[in-house]
């Protein structure tokens, strides 16, 4: 039996052998029917909605029912970002590649493979409630009033985003969170050349390809020097695209009060707060997958064998159109399998099903909903325990003082005694499962004695004070969970951990650390290479010593960030791809190379290198791959790396002792994603640089003074 590893990359490019395997019809492509902009004005007549922006561009909406809120949302995210939210939409539809061309394809098929729309539209009247319903579609009629408004930026035949394009936005994407695509990759590269050609097409061409992280700390009273609950909500996204951060504050008369972050197309806070309780959200990567090797019957490759007998596949096809040149484009039909497992590939080296978590799941926005209007933390559990969501780590904190740590999953209640982590025979239905682990038996911690909680992309099993850590084998090992631990993790102990009385500085100061643990992975790379006899190279040796002498820090005046962080930076991103990484000793000699030709010496400012660049900002930063101060830099052709993921949308919040919130936030850029000539398309990026924040204006006492437009959607001045 065929071996496959469950590994990979986010690169899913040749999923699809699309111009072999599929059928191809050249055409020319007809112009859609000009849209009527008339109906959806005269839908957003059923809205009632205040909009008013701070100085900071960030949007405040007020409204008498939720779904006002959520128009009036639509509309303010549609006029900072409506490009990303358009084509995030398209992209679920599965039509990206008419717009992207032919790498854009392997998206568009697996919308198709996952059965996107075939669970959307059967379950959206049956298992959404009416509150959630009328939410997703006020804030798509939100989006489609500043459409029918700018007609001048809309794709030709996307009109009328849907209610349904938001459920299948979180149907798609929520298990690429937790390596879904990891799998699929595996799957792809099976075999002698298996399906992977170029490996440079991501699910969704707009997503960045560096790795995504983030950290969540909360802070007892029992732990602050002055008695307040803390809370630090730091995930780690792409600057820009599909899963890049929007920050907005919604409050309506029906109980629906937040600020916090938000990804293009969803109405709902992510992560943040509330009046009473908030939250911050890291990746986790349990197994939540499992990769069965199907046996085909010779006579019939539309069968393949379960429990002894030939059962046919269920059958049905994706077309795809292909955007080429001008008017033409390609229509491609691929054949879609699914066998009893679940969706099915063939590869050179045979038949494979896969099963996953979140598979036939559409409630992800209703577990949303009622995570944003929790009031305390048995309500906010009582929503965890909708168990819609796949994945994703919570790390909780509330105005009564309680903290909490959730290694959410939907973990497969699986059968003992088999290796889940490798491929299963697929000719068994015992090894099906069907049902999930109970939410009561997922990992996690609720006010443990040592008063704080954190993640970091680490195991669950150290997310607090050893004394308190849950133990590995309280939980079975087919339940998959994770067992590593990152740089973060490991700063983390060093600092929250081992601090017993933290004030409101010393929790700014801990987030904003830009150290590597001695007991980091990249420690023990310069541990190695230094260890090497660099015999007559004199570089080397020269290397060899700033290695030896750096303090691990990268602060933009270091004279050692450079090299190290340029060496260790290609082995921990391939690491965290899934990639095999590369021999430390040879990125160090590319390091070498790329500082002496660039900047010649071999240990430049660190802010020589690290570049922050947005619009007319270019301002050295401080901060590393794996740094708690989370900065990735993408190479550029003058040797300097310009950040492009890491830290981008970061609050702290504060209940002090009597419960009264305090909130302040940063955004890398600002609240105008796209609008170049907005006076907010950079204005943040000083103060993100600088590592400072602003105000989070959550209740109407606070805002008062600050509002600088205060409008109706489609009455905005310019707009």
Same mark, same amino acid.
């Given at each position: 039996?065929?071996?496959?590893?469950?590994?990979?990359?986010?690169?899913?490019?040749? $999923?699809?052998?699309?111009?072999?395997?599929?059928?191809?019809?050249?055409? *020319?492509?007809?112009?859609?029917?000009?849209?009527?902009?008339?109906?959806?004005?005269?839908?957003?007549?059923?809205?009632?909605?205040?909009?008013?922006?701070?100085?900071?561009?960030?949007?405040?909406?007020? !409204?008498?029912?939720?779904?006002?809120?959520?128009?009036?949302?639509?509309?303010?995210?549609?006029?900072?970002?409506?490009?990303?939210?358009?084509?995030?939409?398209?992209?679920?539809?599965?039509?990206?590649?008419?717009?992207?061309?032919?790498?854009?394809?392997?998206?568009?098929?697996? *919308?198709?493979?996952?059965?996107?729309?075939?669970?959307?539209?059967?379950?959206?009247?049956?298992?959404?409630?009416?509150?959630?319903?009328?939410?997703?579609?006020?804030?798509?009629?939100?989006?489609?009033?500043?459409?029918?408004?700018?007609?001048?930026?809309?794709?030709?035949?996307?009109?009328?985003?849907?209610?349904?394009?938001?459920?299948?936005?979180?149907?798609?994407?929520?298990?690429?969170?937790?390596?879904? #695509?990891?799998?699929?990759?595996?799957?792809?590269?099976?075999?002698?050349?298996?399906?992977?050609?170029?490996?440079?097409?991501?699910?969704?061409?707009?997503?960045?390809?560096?790795?995504?992280?983030?950290?969540?700390?909360?802070?007892?009273?029992?732990?602050?020097?002055?008695?307040?609950?803390?809370?630090?909500?730091?995930?780690?996204?792409?600057?820009?695209?599909?899963?890049?951060?929007?920050?907005?504050?919604?409050?309506?008369?029906?109980?629906?009060?937040?600020?916090?972050?938000?990804?293009?197309?969803?109405?709902?806070?992510?992560?943040?707060?509330?009046?009473?309780?908030?939250?911050?959200?890291?990746?986790?990567?349990?197994?939540?997958?499992?990769?069965?090797?199907?046996?085909?019957?010779?006579?019939?490759?539309?069968?393949? /064998?379960?429990?002894?007998?030939?059962?046919?596949?269920?059958?049905?096809?994706?077309?795809?159109?292909?955007?080429?040149?001008?008017?033409?484009?390609?229509?491609?039909?691929?054949?879609?399998?699914?066998?009893?497992?679940?969706?099915?590939?063939?590869?050179?080296?045979?038949?494979f099903a896969i099963r996953y978590a979140g598979m036939?799941?559409?409630?992800?926005?209703?577990?949303?909903?009622?995570?944003?209007?929790?009031?305390?933390?048995?309500?906010?559990?009582?929503?965890?325990?909708?168990?819609?969501?796949?994945?994703?780590?919570?790390?909780?904190?509330?105005?009564?003082?309680?903290?909490?740590?959730?290694?959410?999953?939907?973990?497969?209640?699986?059968?003992?005694?088999?290796?889940?982590?490798?491929?299963?025979?697929?000719?068994?239905s015992d090894l099906i499962w069907k049902n999930y682990?109970?939410?009561?038996?997922?990992?996690?911690?609720?006010?443990?004695?040592?008063?704080?909680?954190?993640?970091?992309?680490?195991?669950?099993?150290?997310?607090?004070?050893?004394?308190?850590?849950?133990?590995?084998?309280?939980?079975?090992?087919?339940? !998959?969970?994770?067992?590593?631990?990152?740089?973060?993790?490991?700063?983390?102990?060093?600092?929250?951990?081992?601090?017993?009385?933290?004030?409101?500085?010393?929790?700014?100061?801990?987030?904003?650390?830009?150290?590597?643990?001695?007991?980091?992975?990249?420690?023990?790379?310069?541990?190695?290479?230094?260890?090497?006899?660099?015999?007559?190279?004199?570089?080397?040796?020269?290397?060899?010593?700033?290695?030896?002498?750096?303090?691990?820090?990268?602060?933009?005046?270091?004279?050692?960030?450079?090299?190290?962080?340029?060496?260790?930076?290609?082995?921990?991103?391939?690491?965290?791809?899934?990639?095999?990484?590369?021999?430390?000793?040879?990125? $160090?000699?590319?390091?070498?190379?790329?500082?002496?030709?660039?900047?010649?010496?071999? #240990?430049?400012?660190?802010?020589?290198?690290?570049?922050?660049?947005?619009?007319?900002?270019?301002?050295?930063?401080?901060?590393?791959?794996?740094?708690?101060?989370?900065?990735?830099?993408?190479?550029?052709?003058?040797?300097?790396?310009?950040?492009?993921?890491?830290?981008?949308?970061? /609050?702290?919040?504060?209940?002090?002792?009597?419960?009264?919130?305090?909130?302040?936030?940063?955004?890398?850029?600002?609240?105008?994603?796209? #609008?170049?000539?907005?006076?907010?398309?950079?204005?943040?990026?000083?103060?993100?640089?600088?590592?400072?924040?602003?105000?989070?204006?959550?209740?109407?006492?606070?805002?008062?003074?600050?509002?600088?437009?205060?409008?109706?959607?489609?009455?905005?001045?310019?707009?």
């Amino acid at each position: 039996m065929l071996k496959i590893v469950k590994t990979g990359a986010l690169a899913l490019a040749g $999923l699809v052998l699309l111009a072999v395997a599929g059928v191809l019809v050249r055409s *020319v492509l007809e112009a859609p029917a000009p849209f009527d902009p008339k109906p959806l004005i005269a839908e957003a007549a059923r809205y009632d909605v205040r909009i008013r922006r701070d100085e900071w561009g960030v949007p405040h909406i007020q !409204g008498a029912r939720d779904a006002d809120v959520a128009f009036g949302f639509g509309f303010a995210h549609a006029e900072d970002d409506y490009r990303t939210i358009e084509e995030t939409a398209i992209a679920v539809r599965g039509k990206l590649a008419s717009v992207k061309g032919k790498d854009a394809a392997v998206t568009d098929y697996l *919308v198709h493979l996952l059965r996107v729309w075939e669970n959307v539209d059967a379950r959206y009247e049956t298992e959404l409630s009416p509150g959630v319903r009328k939410v997703v579609e006020a804030y798509a009629a939100g989006v489609n009033y500043y459409a029918a408004l700018h007609p001048d930026k809309v794709t030709p035949g996307f009109l009328p985003l849907t209610g349904k394009d938001v459920v299948a936005g979180f149907v798609f994407k929520t298990p690429f969170f937790y390596g879904l #695509d990891k799998q699929l990759t595996a799957l792809s590269k099976a075999g002698k050349g298996g399906l992977s050609k170029d490996g440079k097409t991501a699910f969704l061409p707009t997503m960045s390809p560096l790795p995504v992280g983030s950290n969540g700390v909360a802070i007892g009273p029992a732990r602050s020097a002055d008695h307040a609950t803390r809370l630090l909500v730091n995930s780690h996204q792409p600057y820009t695209g599909p899963v890049a951060w929007y920050e907005a504050v919604l409050h309506s008369g029906e109980g629906w009060d937040v600020a916090g972050g938000f990804f293009p197309g969803s109405p709902f806070m992510l992560h943040g707060h509330n009046r009473t309780l908030g939250w911050a959200n890291t990746v986790n990567e349990p197994d939540l997958a499992d990769i069965y090797e199907l046996k085909i019957n010779p006579s019939n490759e539309n069968q393949y /064998m379960l429990d002894g007998k030939w059962k046919d596949f269920e059958k049905s096809e994706a077309t795809i159109r292909v955007k080429l040149w001008g008017p033409f484009w390609w229509t491609v039909t691929r054949e879609v399998l699914w066998s009893a497992q679940g969706p099915v590939l063939k590869t050179d080296a045979g038949a494979f099903a896969i099963r996953y978590a979140g598979m036939n799941e559409i409630r992800q926005v209703e577990q949303y909903y009622k995570l944003d209007k929790a009031r305390n933390l048995a309500e906010w559990r009582d929503a965890l325990k909708l168990q819609a969501l796949p994945s994703i780590n919570y790390v909780y904190a509330d105005a009564q003082g309680n903290i909490a740590y959730v290694y959410n999953g939907l973990f497969p209640d699986r059968k003992p005694g088999l290796d889940w982590k490798g491929t299963l025979p697929g000719d068994r239905s015992d090894l099906i499962w069907k049902n999930y682990v109970p939410f009561d038996k997922v990992p996690q911690l609720l006010n443990p004695r040592s008063g704080y909680v954190f993640n970091s992309n680490n195991t669950p099993f150290r997310a607090t004070a050893p004394a308190d850590n849950l133990k590995p084998e309280d939980f079975p090992a087919t339940m !998959g969970i994770q067992s590593n631990m990152t740089n973060r993790a490991l700063r983390a102990e060093e600092t929250f951990g081992a601090d017993t009385s933290i004030t409101r500085e010393k929790f700014r100061a801990y987030k904003f650390d830009i150290a590597y643990s001695e007991r980091s992975e990249l420690a023990q790379m310069i541990a190695d290479v230094t260890a090497v006899n660099p015999g007559k190279d004199v570089d080397l040796k020269a290397a060899q010593t700033i290695l030896k002498d750096w303090d691990r820090r990268t602060n933009v005046e270091s004279r050692g960030a450079a090299l190290a962080v340029l060496m260790g930076a290609p082995v921990v991103v391939a690491e965290i791809k899934g990639e095999t990484p590369p021999k430390p000793i040879d990125t $160090l000699h590319a390091a070498i190379k790329t500082l002496k030709e660039h900047f010649g010496r071999l #240990d430049p400012a660190w802010g020589e290198v690290n570049r922050f660049r947005r619009g007319k900002v270019d301002l050295a930063i401080d901060g590393g791959p794996d740094t708690f101060r989370a900065v990735y830099g993408e190479p550029q052709k003058n040797g300097t790396l310009t950040a492009v993921a890491g830290d981008t949308f970061i /609050m702290f919040v504060e209940w002090d002792e009597h419960g009264k919130l305090r909130s302040e936030s940063i955004h890398q850029f600002g609240s105008a994603t796209l #609008d170049e000539s907005s006076p907010h398309y950079a204005d943040q990026a000083p103060l993100f640089v600088q590592m400072k924040t602003k105000p989070v204006l959550f209740e109407e006492s606070d805002l008062t003074g600050h509002v600088v437009e205060d409008y109706k959607p489609g009455a905005r001045a310019g707009k």
